[in-house]
């Protein structure tokens, strides 16, 4: 059992540039989210689905965008990197069966945006 | 402007000493919170919750007390071991548990 894995541990991209941080999951989780995790600010929500083919946004969306087209993967994508995205990056799921259940997070993406 | 707020960024603990870790938040509808513990370069893990129909949760030496008039909780470590060291992450939701409000993180360092 994998839990949640992120790809890849570490990057960095010239602003302009794009890519996707991929997250999968096999734990058969429903809720799937992304986090961003910056000194002094801890880790702010950037969207989440609830299931496939559902998605919305958390507290800090612009500049990046989502889909969920199977229940395992939630893939993240910055269309035109920025110096502000530099970041960690963590991917996290959670099973909706139990009310209030704790996330399990992936071990993070680390960004750099030159 | 953060609605988590951990006002202390780190904690120096003796080995077999109580931990205390604080945690303020200033929206009255959250009423569901969440601790996660954080070794670096792993992502968090979750460790306790407790809902806002109870002031206090205990699993094992972790106990999670809230205070709702206050708009406070802690998490207590007893005793604190060094394995415990850690940076040390609360959570709220209100009514939602698609999304959570993090503070930025209290280091823990337990001497040995």
């Known amino acids: 059992n994998a839990g949640v894995t992120q790809t890849p541990k570490f990057q960095v991209l010239k602003t302009g540039q794009s890519m996707t941080l991929q997250c999968a999951q096999d734990?058969?989780?429903?809720?799937m989210s992304w986090y961003r995790q910056d000194p002094g600010m801890g880790l702010r929500l950037i969207h989440y689905?609830?299931?496939?083919?559902?998605?919305d946004q958390g507290e800090v969306p612009n500049g990046y965008n989502v889909s969920r087209s199977t229940t395992e993967d939630f893939p993240l994508r910055l269309l035109s990197a920025a110096p502000s995205q530099t970041s960690v990056y963590f991917c996290?799921?959670?099973?909706?069966?139990?009310?209030?259940?704790?996330?399990?997070f992936g071990s993070g993406t680390r960004l750099t945006v030159v | 402007d953060q609605q988590v707020k951990q006002n202390s960024p780190s904690l120096s603990v003796q080995e077999g000493r109580i931990s205390i870790l604080n945690c303020d938040y200033t929206?009255?509808?959250?009423?569901?919170f969440l601790w996660y513990k954080k070794y670096p370069a792993e992502g968090p893990t979750f460790l306790i919750s407790?809902?806002?129909?109870?002031d206090k949760n205990e699993d094992g030496r972790f106990t999670v007390f809230l205070n709702k008039s206050a708009k406070h909780l802690s998490l207590h470590i007893v005793p604190s071991q060094p394995g415990d060291s850690a940076v040390y992450f609360c959570?709220?939701?209100?009514?939602?548990?698609?999304?959570?409000?993090f503070g930025s993180g209290t280091k823990l360092n337990v001497k040995p």
């Open positions: 996290a799921s959670r099973t909706t069966s139990k009310q209030g259940a704790g996330y399990t």
């Open positions: 734990m058969n989780h429903e809720y």
């Open positions: 689905s609830v299931g496939a083919g559902i998605t």
């Open positions: 929206n009255s509808m959250f009423d569901y």
């Open positions: 407790i809902s806002s129909i109870k």
């Open positions: 959570a709220a939701s209100a009514g939602n548990f698609n999304k959570f409000y």
